[in-house]
């Protein structure tokens, strides 16, 4: 599979700095964003410290740390095993710098990470960022908001609707740096051409209702548009926090043949223009 | 900068201001404030700045800290607030400190509702205790652990039985599909199950779908025994106790 890829942040309408923080390293197929809270700019400290230690920690440049690995099951992929470790040393990076600098106290950020192997998509996750998947035109969360209504929602005592008007919406069940171990959800799914992996802050799903994020990821064939396409949606309909975007489409692999026809329809079309 | 006077009856123990740095209080000797009595913890509060405001936070103490005698886990400071920690307590001077915007009602550690926070184990504990009662009731009703399992009752596949594990289930002819279609012209995937809180998907993939012999117009909820048809198969959803 070949997978083509963009992402867009931004400050949205109502706050004065970005918290968010989003990386795409096209190299590993990784994608990650996280969005930070804490007075002053630690919100953008955390979430940067975030995104850069799980990056590293993927790419091998961290000494693989020993995160609960009775957390870890068995099935799992080792890519899928070292972003559940990154996850962890990310928790762990942000607790210890929060520890050393008391003007850091109260910081955290969320995680949404997404690593693609060949056919196989990890992701791990903490807090409310969200993973999805559209395929076939269906738009599936993949991960659970680690959000007090989201539990709430979870165990009948909510309804969803009720949630989405709750004045209780930011208050976080878990998040990376506010305890010394977190718990990383982590998941493994089979990918397919066609599928359309999407990464968000809560600023564009507390914005923009799922099927319209779903028809605009549908009809947008450039996923660096599809995100612009997102955020700016969700800065008409207030912009209330940070809003950060990532998109990444699985396209088939052209065999040959059609790849022969395409390229030798191209110099054709080359030919007649310059002649 | 604001002062934390440490008093025994009338009398001041010790003074501290307070900085960039937490006041520690507890019974340990390397506790800012020493409090030399058993019904201290070891390391039993602490007070700090955050986002400008002065808070005390209970370290999880056995005879709690209160705040003008309010027990607190954690409470934002005014100037003139008392906390007592044992038979101590200890009085807060933030004089030209508090920001002007701080209000005088006590709220305890209630955060402002539009900023991300995080709830610390205690207050999770508790606020999910509020609402155990209901969600019992509600788990209670949903009864025993049953596994959502695809039962097939025609067709050509590589089993016979799928019980439902992953959140994504494919139904195709792909090698990573998870209910394997064999046969010529079989769609990659052909239709997909999708968990969601509240149940299970079927959705179309390169096929539309048909629940008890009709297609589906969009994602539909199944229900237990109810019979799903793609490209010739078909399959029974049920839920296996």
Same mark, same amino acid.
């Given at each position: 599979m070949r997978i083509v890829s963009g992402g867009q942040s931004d400050v949205g309408q &109502?706050?004065? %700095? %970005? *918290?968010d923080c989003f990386r795409i390293v096209p190299l590993l197929n990784l994608f990650v964003i996280s969005d930070g809270m804490g007075g002053e700019a630690h919100g953008e400290i955390a979430s940067a410290m975030a995104v850069e230690t799980l990056v590293k920690a993927c790419a091998g440049e961290e000494p693989e740390a020993l995160a609960a /690995?009775? &957390?870890? &099951?068995?099935?799992? /992929?080792d890519k899928t095993r070292r972003l559940f470790n990154a996850a962890h040393l990310a928790n762990k990076k942000l607790y210890e710098s929060a520890e050393a600098n008391p003007e850091q106290q109260g910081m955290g950020a969320t995680l949404s990470a997404a690593w693609i192997n060949e056919e196989k998509l990890s992701v791990v996750h903490v807090g409310d960022s969200r993973a999805y998947l559209l395929r076939s035109g269906v738009l599936q969360q993949l991960t659970s908001d680690h959000s007090l209504v989201a539990e709430q929602v979870r165990r009948g005592i909510l309804t969803a609707e009720e949630a989405e008007h709750s *004045? =209780? &919406?930011?208050? =976080?069940l878990r998040a990376l740096g506010t305890q010394p171990e977190v718990e990383v959800d982590a998941e493994e799914h089979a990918l397919f051409p066609g599928d359309i992996l999407l990464l968000c802050s809560d600023g564009l799903t507390r914005m923009v209702a799922e099927q319209k994020i779903a028809a605009t990821l549908q009809s947008e064939s450039d996923p660096g548009r599809a995100a612009e396409k997102l955020v700016a949606q969700a800065n008409e309909n207030g912009g209330a926090d940070n809003v950060t975007v990532v998109v990444a489409h699985m396209e088939p692999k052209e065999n040959g043949f059609l790849s022969w026809l395409r390229h030798g329809a191209q110099k054709n079309a080359g030919k007649n223009g310059s002649a | 900068m604001a002062k934390l006077t440490l008093m025994f009856e009338e009398k001041t123990v010790k003074e501290v201001s307070l900085g960039a740095r937490p006041v520690g209080i507890g019974r340990s000797p390397d506790n800012d404030l020493t409090v030399d009595n058993l019904a201290v913890s070891n390391y039993h509060a602490r007070v700090y700045v955050d986002s400008g405001k002065m808070v005390v936070e209970d370290l999880?103490? =056995?005879n709690g800290t209160f705040v003008n005698e309010m027990r607190v886990e954690r409470a934002t400071l005014k100037h003139g607030d008392s906390i007592h920690i044992g038979k101590h307590h200890i009085k807060v001077d933030a004089t030209g400190e508090a920001p002007a915007s701080y209000g005088s009602g006590r709220q305890a550690a209630t955060p402002k509702i539009n900023e991300t926070m995080v709830l610390d184990t205690k207050m999770r504990r508790e606020m999910m205790q509020q609402a155990a009662a209901l969600g019992e009731r509600t788990q209670l009703a949903s009864g025993r652990m049953r596994v959502p399992t695809l039962v097939v009752l025609g067709g050509k596949t590589d089993r016979q039985e799928y019980p439902l594990t992953s959140k994504l289930t494919v139904i195709g002819k792909s090698h990573l599909a998870t209910v394997r279609l064999s046969g010529w012209f079989k769609p990659k995937m052909a239709a997909q199950i999708n968990k969601q809180d509240d149940g299970y998907y079927l959705g179309a993939g390169d096929k539309v779908p048909s629940v008890n012999g009709a297609p589906i117009q969009g994602p539909v909820q199944l229900r237990d025994g109810d019979q799903v048809e793609v490209c010739g198969v078909r399959l029974n959803f049920i839920f296996r106790e």
């Open positions: &109502q706050r004065a %700095n %970005n *918290e /690995s009775a &957390q870890m &099951q068995p099935g799992w /992929s *004045e =209780l &919406q930011s208050v =976080l | 999880k103490s =056995l």
